[in-house]
């Protein structure tokens, strides 16, 4: 296949599993024979192969198979309401949020929000948050002081590839870096 229609593929992947109710439960998963019917009707040579390749190389690590490999979901990223049973961690001392200078005003306003998402994203590096804002604009990462968000008794989460997620975090454990 070649390798923009499977980058094409993949985007289809990631809306059905993250922000698509047609097809996942409430844990998120979807049953792998959906998935193909799916991406079949854009794609008919489509195999189970394919599925797999592009789950194994995906750059993020956003998709997991379960253990028999007949269900797959998104680890992180949803916009409709699922519990993919994240784990609850003790974060860094300081996490990383990449975003745009646009927002800025607002997100010092009213703080990170997780706008069209379930969570806010964080970053553990400072390199990945800067990629992420550079999505977005002008690229700016926020310094997240993680520790005392814990000790006020603020929630995060890791997912399976790593992405730290909070559900809201407040202007004043936020600094604006470069
Ligand atoms: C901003 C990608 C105004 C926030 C990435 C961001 C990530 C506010 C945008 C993952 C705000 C939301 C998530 C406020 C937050 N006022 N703007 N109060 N609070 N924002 O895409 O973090 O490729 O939902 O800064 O790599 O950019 O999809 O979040 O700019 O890990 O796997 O509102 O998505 O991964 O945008 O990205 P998003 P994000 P995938």
């Not at 047609?22 to 079949?40: M, R, S």
């Not at 974060?91 to 800025?104: D, K, N, S």
């Not at 992420?132 to 890791?158: I, S």
Request: charged letters at 25%.
């Amino acid at each position: 296949m070649q390798p923009n229609q499977m980058t094409r593929l993949s985007r289809r992947l990631s809306y059905l599993l993250r922000h698509s109710t047609q097809y996942i439960d409430h844990h998120g998963w979807a049953k792998v024979e959906d998935v193909l019917a799916a991406l079949g009707e854009r794609c008919p040579s489509f195999s189970q192969e394919d599925l797999e390749e592009i789950v194994r190389t995906d750059s993020k690590g956003r998709y997991s198979f379960d253990a028999d490999h007949r269900r797959i979901r998104a680890n992180q990223g949803h916009s409709v309401p699922v519990d993919v049973e994240l784990e609850e961690l003790t974060p860094p001392e300081v996490l990383y949020h990449g975003t745009a200078t646009r927002f800025l005003d607002r997100i010092f306003r009213e703080g990170l929000l997780p706008m069209t998402r379930l969570y806010c994203h964080l970053s553990a590096d400072f390199d990945t948050a800067h990629a992420v804002g550079a999505r977005r604009g002008k690229p700016v990462v926020l310094r997240v002081d993680a520790a005392a968000m814990a000790r006020e008794g603020y929630v995060f989460y890791r997912s399976e590839n790593g992405v730290w997620l909070t559900k809201t975090v407040p202007p004043c454990f936020l600094t604006p870096l470069a």
